[in-house]
Nanobody, 124 residues
Framework: QVQLVESGGGLVQAGGSLRLSCTASGRTFSSLAMGWFRQAPRKEREFVAAIRRSGGLTAYADSVKGRFTISRDNVKNTVYLQMNSLKPEDTAVYYC?????????????????WGQGTQVTVSS
């Protein structure tokens, strides 16, 4: 069992920055690949970024590539999402989750142990 808690969301102006954190319970965090997803009103939940256990391999959605950076601190059992150059279309609830696969995935169906989400609102 892994419990995830997201934090760091809020209201920010377009062009601004925000850093989200996702903290996991337990002592097995270093063995888990992690991902960030987001869901805007009336939209399906979509992939944002993913990171492998070591932190050396990452993946990003085209819409955020070059603006967002995913990282992790296995000592702190935390994965981060640094969001720069924010746009109004980034407005959504952001969730972190655990990758259930052994090979790594960006697909919603391959993730579990979802956090409660944190709201990010970007004003124009």
């Amino acid at each position: 069992q892994v419990q995830l808690v997201e934090s760091g969301g809020g209201l920010v102006q377009a062009g601004g920055s925000l850093r989200l954190s996702c903290t996991a319970s337990g002592r097995t965090f270093s063995s888990l690949a992690m991902g960030w997803f987001r869901q805007a009103p009336r939209k399906e939940r979509e992939f944002v970024a993913a990171i492998r256990r070591s932190g050396g391999l990452t993946a990003y959605a085209d819409s955020v590539k070059g603006r967002f950076t995913i990282s992790r601190d296995n000592v702190k059992n935390t994965v981060y999402l640094q969001m720069n150059s924010l746009k109004p279309e980034d407005t959504a609830v952001y969730y972190c989750a655990v990758d259930q696969t052994a090979w790594g995935s960006t697909l919603l169906r391959d993730f579990t142990s979802w956090g409660q989400g944190t709201q990010v609102t970007v004003s124009s």
